[in-house]
T-cell receptor, first 111, second 114 residues
Framework: GQQVMQIPQYQHVQEGEDFTTYCNSSTTLSNIQWYKQRPGGHPVFLIQLVKSGEVKKQKRLTFQFGEAKKNSSLHITATQTTDVGTYFCAAPSSSARQLTFGSGTQLTVLP | DTAVSQTPKYLVTQMGNDKSIKCEQNLGHDTMYWYKQDSKKFLKIMFSYNNKELIINETVPNRFSPKSPDKAHLNLHINSLELGDSAVYFC?????????????FGDGTRLSIL
């Protein structure tokens, strides 16, 4: 089945540093979604990207969808302790009946 | 006014027991899901129901059986619990079963097998 590869698995940054997580697929994606899961919490939908080359921003978060619609990134500028959590990308399977989640990037922000 | 609610939040039980987890959504969604999240945070889809019909049944043991009395509810029954079943189980819901729409998750049920 379709796989969405996500790197890195873990990332430790000092507060104020930037952070990026990447997702890659071997197949063209109809859309890609990003979720955030706080420690002890549940995944929360952040954004959906649909168009080739699309860039969307949410305050300090910048989401990009690759031109070939096979990769995506989430960049956080000047991290804060509130950014701590696991960030997942997710994409519809080839049948579009389910979402395939990346393995997640666990972000730790050191004060 | 919780959108996706699942109970119980914590479940501690002994190996060999049978247990159920309940899930309800008030978002008017027509598709509901069960996920298993292991200690490494990997989210694995287990089941999906669209308008009360099972549309996904991933390779999970048949000790796990989903039941959907209506499109707002999707319960998960587990027979003969094993140590490897210890995990966090999330219920989720979305619009549309074939469109890859964003999903809304419940708070999770933390299952621990003694």
């Amino acid at each position: 089945g379709q796989q969405v590869m996500q790197i890195p698995q873990y990332q430790h940054v000092q507060e104020g540093e930037d952070f990026t997580t990447y997702c890659n697929s071997s197949t063209t994606l109809s859309n890609i979604q990003w979720y955030k899961q706080r420690p002890g919490g549940h995944p929360v939908f952040l954004i959906q990207l649909v168009k080739s080359g699309e860039v969307k921003k949410q305050k300090r978060l910048t989401f990009q969808f690759g031109e070939a619609k096979k990769n995506s990134s989430l960049h956080i500028t000047a991290t804060q302790t509130t950014d701590v959590g696991t960030y997942f990308c997710a994409a519809p399977s080839s049948s579009a009946r389910q979402l395939t989640f990346g393995s997640g990037t666990q972000l730790t922000v050191l004060p | 006014d919780t959108a996706v609610s699942q109970t119980p939040k914590y479940l501690v039980t002994q190996m060999g027991n049978d247990k159920s987890i309940k899930c309800e959504q008030n978002l008017g969604h027509d598709t509901m899901y069960w996920y298993k999240q292991d200690s490494k945070k990997f989210l694995k889809i287990m089941f999906s129901y669209n308008n009360k019909e099972l549309i996904i049944n991933e390779t999970v043991p048949n000790r796990f059986s989903p039941k959907s009395p209506d499109k707002a509810h999707l319960n998960l029954h587990i027979n003969s619990l094993e140590l490897g079943d210890s995990a966090v189980y999330f219920c989720a819901s979305s619009h549309g079963g074939r469109s890859g729409q964003p999903q809304h998750f419940g708070d999770g049920t933390r299952l621990s097998i003694l």
